[in-house]
């Protein structure tokens, strides 16, 4: 890949580099870069512009401000995936998985989405796949919608999250951890009675699982709270009606 970095109109770095896609905070690149290539094509050229969040790789550059017009002349090494069959397809998910993980645990979620969203693309529209291969691409589809969500729960991205654990919950309907994460974001998108039978179904699966007890508390909680604050605010509403008609 070749990089050209500039900032207001000033080019701070010129360099070429070799890396896999999903890989590049490990190579000084910045996160907005590496998430742009998972787009483009070989010998594709284009400009990025970057905010202070996807364009650390400015902070370490003569003290120019944390934003970047990025202009990368991309010719990508990396094989395609419409270029490997489906055993090479499934020995490359295993590595991005683990890859995945590493990143997941050193805090790198945007990282991890990268790795995982790999399996993903790979994987999810492969067609013609034997019991053997279907079973084991079924199993890293499973585990990387998991992890996708795990991942979004993170980066507060609560609707993709719900969408990630759907797909889980298509290929295993009773898993516990997709049912458990589902629960989990839609509570923290505000939707109690959806959270709280997420919880419920997860009691129906394991019911020793304390966690689930305990949301589902949560989930009565938070519900009792929504409806006696809906209680006070329609009350002061029909209270102000009435007051301005007796006027």
Same mark, same amino acid.
């Given at each position: 890949?070749?990089?050209?970095?500039?900032?207001?109109?000033?080019?701070?770095?010129?360099?070429?580099?070799?890396?896999?896609?999903?890989?590049?905070?490990?190579?000084?690149?910045?996160?907005?870069?590496? #998430?742009?290539?998972?787009?483009?094509?070989?010998?594709?050229?284009?400009?990025?512009?970057?905010?202070?969040?996807?364009?650390?790789?400015?902070?370490?550059?003569?003290?120019?401000?944390?934003?970047?017009?990025? !202009?990368?002349?991309?010719?990508?090494?990396?094989?395609?995936?419409?270029?490997?069959?489906?055993?090479?397809?499934?020995?490359?998910? !295993?590595?991005?998985?683990?890859?995945?993980?590493? /990143?997941? #645990?050193?805090?790198? +979620?945007?990282?991890?989405?990268?790795?995982?969203?790999?399996?993903?693309?790979?994987?999810?529209?492969?067609?013609?796949?034997?019991?053997?291969?279907?079973?084991?691409?079924?199993?890293?589809?499973?585990?990387?919608?998991?992890?996708? !969500?795990?991942? +979004?729960?993170?980066? =507060?991205?609560?609707?993709?999250?719900?969408?990630?654990?759907?797909?889980?919950?298509?290929?295993?309907?009773?898993?516990?951890?997709?049912?458990?994460? =589902?629960?989990?974001? =839609?509570?923290?998108?505000?939707?109690?009675?959806?959270?709280?039978?997420?919880?419920?179904?997860?009691?129906?699966?394991?019911?020793?699982?304390?966690?689930?007890?305990?949301?589902?508390?949560?989930?009565?909680?938070?519900?009792?709270?929504?409806?006696?604050?809906?209680?006070?605010? /329609?009350?002061?509403?029909?209270?102000?009606?009435?007051?301005?008609?007796?006027?």
């Amino acid at each position: 890949v070749h990089l050209e970095g500039f900032c207001g109109g000033t080019r701070f770095d010129c360099k070429d580099v070799k890396f896999v896609v999903g890989e590049g905070e490990d190579h000084d690149i910045p996160i907005g870069i590496d #998430k742009a290539l998972e787009k483009m094509q070989r010998g594709e050229h284009c400009i990025l512009y970057l905010g202070p969040r996807e364009a650390l790789w400015s902070c370490r550059c003569g003290g120019l401000p944390c934003s970047a017009g990025i !202009a990368p002349s991309i010719s990508l090494q990396a094989k395609e995936s419409w270029e490997m069959d489906t055993k090479e397809k499934l020995e490359q998910a !295993a590595i991005v998985k683990e890859k995945g993980t590493m /990143y997941f #645990k050193e805090g790198k +979620y945007l990282q991890a989405v990268i790795q995982y969203g790999k399996i993903v693309s790979w994987l999810e529209m492969e067609y013609g796949l034997s019991e053997k291969e279907s079973k084991a691409s079924d199993s890293f589809l499973l585990a990387a919608f998991l992890n996708l !969500a795990m991942c +979004y729960l993170k980066l =507060r991205e609560y609707a993709k999250a719900v969408e990630c654990c759907d797909k889980a919950l298509g290929l295993d309907q009773d898993n516990e951890k997709g049912l458990y994460r =589902r629960g989990e974001a =839609r509570l923290l998108m505000n939707e109690f009675e959806l959270a709280k039978c997420d919880f419920q179904r997860v009691l129906e699966v394991n019911p020793q699982n304390k966690a689930a007890k305990s949301q589902i508390s949560v989930c009565q909680k938070k519900t009792k709270e929504h409806n006696e604050r809906d209680r006070r605010i /329609y009350a002061n509403m029909f209270t102000k009606f009435a007051e301005r008609d007796a006027k």
